[in-house]
């Protein structure tokens, strides 16, 4: 499968974007930061991960199956895979952290 990894390489995209290459998929990966190619099936790529259009075209140039985005943190950003990715691909996978919800900051947690 062709996959692509939006923000793959912080701490919880990094080994499922190591594990997805060494099960053999076309691993790409879409960041902020340019990367050297560290290994064969990973596809390292710098660009803006709320770009519309490169979106498009990276779906189009890789034929990719599958989308996994770590680096969603507003409406706006999740409206703009949506419909890149919309009708495109065979699944798209969400992975927040709770820092994208909308509470108060005021708010204690305890566990």
């Known amino acids: 499968m062709n996959i692509l990894l939006i923000g793959g390489l912080g701490n919880i995209g990094s080994p499922i974007t190591w594990q997805l290459a060494e099960m053999g998929h076309s691993v790409y990966v879409l960041g ?40 969603i943190q507003t409406l706006t950003q999740a409206e703009v895979n949506i419909n890149a990715f919309a009708n495109k691909i065979k699944q798209f996978i969400f992975i927040s952290t709770v820092t994208v919800l909308d509470r108060e900051k005021n708010i204690v947690l305890t566990e």
Do not use: C, M, W
């Not at 050297?36 to 803006?48: A, D, F, H, M, R």
């Not at 709320?50 to 770590?70: G, K, M, P, W």
């Open 32 to 71: 902020r930061k340019k990367i050297e190619q560290l290994q064969p099936n990973i596809t390292y790529i710098s660009g803006n991960t709320e770009d519309f259009n490169l979106l498009q075209s990276l779906q189009e140039q890789y034929a990719i199956d599958i989308v996994i985005n770590f680096a």
